[in-house]
């Protein structure tokens, strides 16, 4: 097995271990961070629902448009086990820090950014499609945002990662 894949494959594993116990064992039970990620989703759907012109209100983590509820914004939906997902390739994956230390924060905003930008669409399903909203909050959406992810990840890896000359 090639050095680069077997290192990854080493490193991407404890930081996957390192992850899922500092998620369960004090993330998860202080709640603080996923609270305040649900907000911040919750916050950035109502402003682009209402630059597009709807009327909007939020109730705990229920977003509504014009008086409907439309979607529940849940810890899960936050986008945190993404970032850690992302951060982790980009720590597990051989290639100088003075690029992760750039692309962890700009790709953690970037996907912040999509998964607003697929809660409003989920918002915006439900209100006039709601036949098709379980098809597309389980799938269509869910895919967008991991491939979104994917590109981050290979642009990254074609441009700062040691498979290239930097």
Same mark, same amino acid.
């Given at each position: 097995?090639?050095?680069?894949?077997?290192?990854?494959?080493?490193?991407?594993?404890?930081?996957?271990?390192?992850?899922?116990?500092? @998620?369960? &064992?004090?993330?998860? !039970?202080? *709640?603080?961070?996923?609270? +305040? %990620?649900?907000?911040?989703?919750?916050?950035?759907? /109502?402003?682009?629902?209402?630059?597009?012109?709807?009327?909007?209100?939020?109730?705990?983590?229920?977003?509504?448009?014009?008086?409907?509820?439309?979607?529940?914004?849940?810890?899960?939906?936050?986008?945190?086990?993404?970032?850690?997902?992302?951060?982790?390739?980009?720590?597990?994956?051989?290639?100088?820090?003075? @690029?992760? &230390?750039?692309?962890? !924060?700009? *790709?953690?905003?970037?996907? +912040? %950014?999509?998964?607003?930008?697929?809660?409003?669409? /989920?918002?915006?399903?439900?209100?006039?499609?709601?036949?098709?909203?379980?098809?597309?909050?389980?799938?269509?959406?869910?895919?967008?945002?991991?491939?979104?992810?994917?590109?981050?990840?290979?642009?990254?890896?074609?441009?700062?990662?040691?498979?290239?000359?930097?």
């Amino acid at each position: 097995m090639n050095s680069i894949v077997k290192k990854f494959l080493i490193r991407a594993a404890i930081i996957y271990i390192g992850w899922l116990v500092i @998620y369960h &064992a004090v993330i998860l !039970p202080d *709640g603080r961070i996923n609270k +305040f %990620l649900t907000e911040k989703v919750i916050q950035g759907t /109502l402003v682009g629902l209402d630059l597009l012109g709807y009327e909007t209100t939020s109730e705990g983590d229920i977003v509504y448009i014009d008086g409907q509820a439309v979607v529940l914004v849940a810890d899960a939906c936050n986008g945190l086990e993404l970032f850690a997902l992302y951060t982790g390739f980009l720590l597990a994956f051989p290639g100088k820090w003075k @690029y992760k &230390a750039i692309f962890i !924060p700009v *790709g953690i905003f970037l996907i +912040f %950014l999509i998964n607003i930008l697929r809660e409003i669409a /989920l918002s915006l399903n439900y209100k006039f499609f709601q036949e098709t909203f379980e098809l597309n909050h389980k799938y269509t959406y869910v895919f967008v945002v991991y491939l979104f992810v994917f590109f981050i990840w290979r642009y990254w890896l074609k441009n700062y990662s040691l498979l290239v000359k930097t």
